[in-house]
């Protein structure tokens, strides 16, 4: 296994929309133990492949407190939203102690595929649920500032270019 590179904010690559997986092989597993290294020496809950700069519909996350529970979805999809939770993100693409509030679903069901290629559906709620819609987030190009107004963006962007020069 080895540790990947997260690609960091304001990186364009960051932006672009992954492809659906086609076929699950050795070397889509050796990645996913990649990402699972990188994930947890980071100490993130999730990381869409996009963040590692692989543009393909997979995440892994593991949002147990124990911290041996990892999951991977490859294509995933919400097929339904439930209520409304506020929340604080951060992000390791976004670095830094930057975080903020962001409005998503309370509750979630999510179908997806998982290594060995069977299709499964979950409900999720509370940080799973976050996880989820935040890594899906990154598949389709976005990050979670960008759900914040203009004037937090720009001085996130600010605080991070600060913390380049230095």
Not at 21 to 45: F, K, N, S
Not at 138 to 156: A, T
Request: charged share 30%; aromatic share 6%.
């Amino acid at each position: 296994m080895a540790l990947l590179k997260i690609l960091k904010f304001p990186n364009p690559r960051l932006r672009t929309v992954a492809e659906p997986v086609h076929a699950i092989d050795d070397a889509l597993r050796r990645t996913m133990d990649d990402m699972y290294e990188t994930m947890y020496a980071h100490h993130g809950v999730g990381l869409a492949a996009t963040q590692v700069d692989i543009h393909r519909r997979f995440f892994t996350m593991d949002v147990s407190e124990s911290r041996k529970e990892p999951l991977c979805v490859i294509n995933p999809e919400i097929i339904s939203k439930e209520g409304v939770q506020y929340d604080y993100h951060g992000c390791l693409s976004v670095g830094g102690n930057i975080s903020d509030k962001i409005k998503r679903a309370a509750k979630l069901r999510l179908r997806g595929m998982d290594l060995t290629g069977k299709i499964f559906e979950w409900d999720l709620e509370e940080l799973a649920a976050i996880c989820v819609q935040h890594e899906m987030d990154h598949l389709n190009g976005l990050l979670f500032i960008d759900h914040l107004s203009r004037l937090k963006q720009g001085r996130i962007r600010e605080k991070l270019e600060k913390a380049n020069r230095e």
